[in-house]
């Protein structure tokens, strides 16, 4: 649902509601006393809610700032996964963007926090955990029209993430990776510093593409192969269990278009990727 007032010809306010409902079911032949029932069953229920301020002042200038925030609701019947847990996160923000001439500026800041509380059973009772996370994100871009063929964009920026549901409380056999994993309640958010540069071309039918980019990344979440390998009665299969470390990734992305007929259209991609283990 969405609802719009104009309270002048330069400023707009918006409210956004959205409402979502998963449903997720997985069976397994190896439920012998009753395999037309799914051995999990989660539910998943998130509301989001938006209220938006845009204004501009008619000469390149466009203020934009905001309110999110959001309900989730996760409940299970079977087998263990992932536990029954209620989330709930609010985020301010503001992009300021000015265009004058050739150049385009772009800033912005977003403050978060979000708060976690999951509901596990272990050893025959109901243990609750209590997470809370916080941080600020903030970006700067600038764009240059070198000419109407060629633009160049330079972006740096910091950012952070929270440990979600599957990192922080994963326990068992996932099936949609034939993989077992394990979370880690210590994990701690990510938090990243990157930045990016940009050449773009585009001429008629041809459209070019080149991208430099690094980002360091403290925390950085991932899956730490376990070894050895996990027997069940399902099978043998791949354990995982999510670790941490401070990692830095550069690279490029490479995309190359050209338009040959109306129906016809040639294109090559090309990504290199370095990765380091800082630790």
Excluded: C
């Excluded at 925030?69 to 536990?83: D, H, K, L, W």
């Excluded at 994990?187 to 980002?215: A, C, D, M, R």
């Amino acid at each position: 649902a969405e609802w719009n007032y104009q309270f002048t010809p330069k400023a707009n306010l918006t409210f956004i509601y959205n409402y979502q409902e998963n449903k997720r079911k997985e069976y397994d032949s190896h439920n012998y006393f009753n395999k037309t029932a799914p051995s999990m069953d989660i539910k998943l229920i998130t509301q989001q809610m938006d209220a938006v301020l845009t204004w501009h002042n008619g000469k390149g200038l466009l203020l934009k700032t905001g309110v999110s925030g959001s309900i989730q609701n996760n409940t299970y019947v079977g087998r263990y996964f992932i536990p029954n847990y209620h989330k709930t996160d609010i985020m301010q923000y503001t992009i300021a963007r000015y265009k004058k001439g050739r150049s385009e500026l772009e800033l912005g800041y977003r403050f978060g926090e979000i708060a976690m509380q999951v509901y596990k059973w272990e050893q025959n009772s109901i243990k609750q955990y209590n997470f809370k996370y916080h941080g600020v994100s903030w970006q700067a871009g600038w764009l240059y029209k070198i000419n109407t063929d060629w633009q160049t964009v330079l972006q740096v920026g910091k950012a952070w993430r929270n440990p979600n549901i599957s990192e922080l409380f994963s326990g068992g056999l996932h099936h949609g990776a034939a993989a077992i994993e394990y979370g880690d309640i210590d994990l701690k958010p990510e938090e990243s510093l990157s930045g990016n540069w940009i050449l773009k071309h585009q001429h008629n039918k041809t459209l070019f593409e080149l991208e430099l980019f690094v980002k360091h990344i403290n925390n950085y979440i991932y899956l730490n192969p376990k070894l050895p390998a996990e027997l069940t009665i399902r099978g043998a299969f791949p354990a995982f269990e999510y670790a941490h470390t401070n990692a830095l990734f550069k690279g490029l992305d490479l995309y190359l278009s050209r338009l040959i007929t109306n129906s016809l259209t040639f294109s090559e991609k090309m990504s290199l990727l370095q990765a380091n283990d800082l630790k």
